[in-house]
């Protein structure tokens, strides 16, 4: 579901020591992938990931949960903008605790107005009776050119979404599109360069030169988002920042990403 907030508010309508509640709200890159920037909005053509946690679920002699997710984001005029309905779900407590990780996302389009949106996340439990409601702010920015829809995934295909935690000889996938390029006037063809590097935790290269890419040719008029991809391979523990870089060579527009990992040793 949502867009990179501005302000939140947890409410838990429920009283005891229980009650029901929505934690942990961050904004991703991908399914619980890197945290995006707080201060940041999303440029159409986005889709931003939201993750949180739900605690106090209460569970039958099974260890089950029965509850549901319902969305709502409006506009500053109150229009609603984006809603889902009630989602009834059922979760498998497995490893005990009161607490249930959850993700949501939402498609923001290409065409969407600029400006400050509402959204609030609704976790009810169906069984307890109880509801939390997740409230806050943020904003759609003015088209542009600009890196969005980036996600880690453990699959060529990018069909096995991938956290931002990773193990000494894992390999995955970053994939990425740009949007908001533009065209020659006679080829129809863009023209944006890609490209790649990786810093430790001193904020030093671990590659002599960044991976690149160009997309030039080959593309149908029609395609609004160009979709790339780069292979990572993790040889080393610790925590890296992965620069994600692209520029339209036609108008010299630049934006960059900067997608945070941590690798962990094998045990």
Not at 59 to 69: M, N, P, T, V
Not at 87 to 109: I, R, T
């Amino acid at each position: 579901m949502s867009f990179t907030w501005l302000s939140c508010v947890v409410l838990c309508v429920a009283g005891g020591q229980n009650a029901l509640e929505i934690a942990n709200p961050r904004a991703t890159y991908g399914y619980l992938g890197a945290l995006r920037p707080k201060d940041a909005g999303a440029l159409p053509g986005e889709a931003v990931y939201f993750t949180f946690e739900i605690k106090n679920l209460k569970l039958d002699s099974s260890g089950k949960a029965f509850y549901s997710i319902a969305i709502e984001i409006r506009d500053a005029d109150g229009k609603l903008f984006f809603e889902q309905r009630p989602y009834n779900a059922v979760a498998q407590n497995f490893l005990g605790g009161n607490s249930l990780p959850c993700s949501a996302h939402v498609d923001v389009p290409l065409d969407a107005k600029p400006g400050a949106v509402k959204w609030k996340v609704i976790i009810s439990d169906r069984t307890a009776k109880q509801t939390a409601i997740l409230e806050g702010t943020s904003k759609i920015l003015p088209p542009d050119f600009g890196i969005v829809r980036v996600g880690l995934f453990a699959d060529v295909d990018s069909r096995a979404p991938m956290s931002a935690v990773a193990v000494v000889g894992d390999s995955a996938f970053l994939k990425f599109s740009t949007v908001g390029f533009t065209r020659d006037k006679e080829t129809k063809q863009p023209d944006v360069q890609v490209s790649l590097r990786i810093l430790d935790e001193q904020g030093k290269p671990t590659m002599a030169k960044p991976i690149t890419g160009k997309i030039d040719t080959g593309i149908d008029p029609n395609d609004r988002w160009l979709t790339n991809q780069f292979g990572l391979a993790f040889n080393r523990a610790g925590r890296f920042t992965i620069e994600l870089s692209a520029e339209d060579r036609a108008t010299g527009k630049r934006s960059k990403i900067n997608y945070t990992i941590r690798v962990l040793p094998l045990e």
